[in-house]
């Protein structure tokens, strides 16, 4: 396993459409980030999920976002109705927790990104 | 609401020289606390990860200090590189990571 992988890793749309990205986590891992990042700041939190189960979701968050992790695996972001303001790298991490018998640090990894630049 | 901030948001050095990056948060209830490098247009690459319980982390050139009570960590990079150029991330985990707006490190040959 080679660590977090993300597809598309650049996405340019036109106003209005729909956008989905992709994310595999590293294999064993029990959590799944998403931040978005825009230039010249830090990453922000979007939503996570442990397993299949999304646990919270920030409220950067709007109604055209939606996010999903159906079999505790990969996991999918999708922007509906796209906007300018959504232009901006889409970041995804794993982490593994909560194990018992193995040692977990909740070391955060992160995919190298998805680009969304909205016309 | 945790806050997260670094400081000086840039800076340049010459090469070889030893520098501090500084990170400071308001809610000291943290399960840890990971520094990140971020190269343009890359990702995050983990650099060192402290758990609340500790004090310190060493990984080759650099060290990471937490001070849980007063809120501030500190990452020490020794003996300065022109490839250690890039923007350092400091994050702490409460239920997810709370970022800072990173500091832009230059290192000139």
């Known amino acids: 396993d080679t660590g977090v992988s993300q597809n598309p890793r650049h996405k340019i749309t036109k106003r209005g459409q729909n956008v989905t990205f992709r994310c595999d986590p590293i294999?064993?891992?029990?959590?799944l980030y998403w931040y978005r990042q825009t230039l010249g700041q830090g990453p922000e939190f979007l939503t996570y999920f442990q397993n299949e189960a999304q646990l919270e979701k920030s409220r950067l968050l709007s109604d055209r976002f939606s996010a999903e992790r159906p079999k505790g695996s990969f996991s999918t972001l999708e922007i509906q109705r796209t906007e300018q303001g959504d232009s901006a790298m889409y970041l995804c991490?794993?982490?593994?927790?909560?194990?018992?018998?193995?040692?977990?640090?909740?070391?955060?990894?992160f995919g190298e990104g998805s680009r969304l630049t909205v016309l | 609401k945790q806050e997260v901030t670094q400081i000086p948001a840039a800076l340049s050095v010459p090469e070889g020289e030893n520098l501090v990056l500084n990170c400071s948060f308001t809610d000291s209830a943290i399960y840890n606390l990971q520094w990140f490098r971020q190269d343009p247009g890359k990702g995050l690459t983990s650099l060192l990860l402290i758990q609340s319980s500790q004090r310190e982390q060493t990984s080759g050139r650099l060290n990471a200090s937490l001070d849980k009570s007063s809120g501030r960590s500190t990452l020490y990079i020794a003996a300065s590189q022109p490839g250690d150029s890039a923007t350092y991330l400091c994050a702490v985990s409460n239920r997810q990571l709370t970022f800072g707006s990173g500091t832009q490190l230059t290192v000139l040959p």
């Open positions: 991490a794993s982490s593994l927790v909560g194990l018992a018998g193995v040692v977990n640090t909740g070391e955060l990894f």
């Open positions: 294999s064993e891992h029990n959590r």
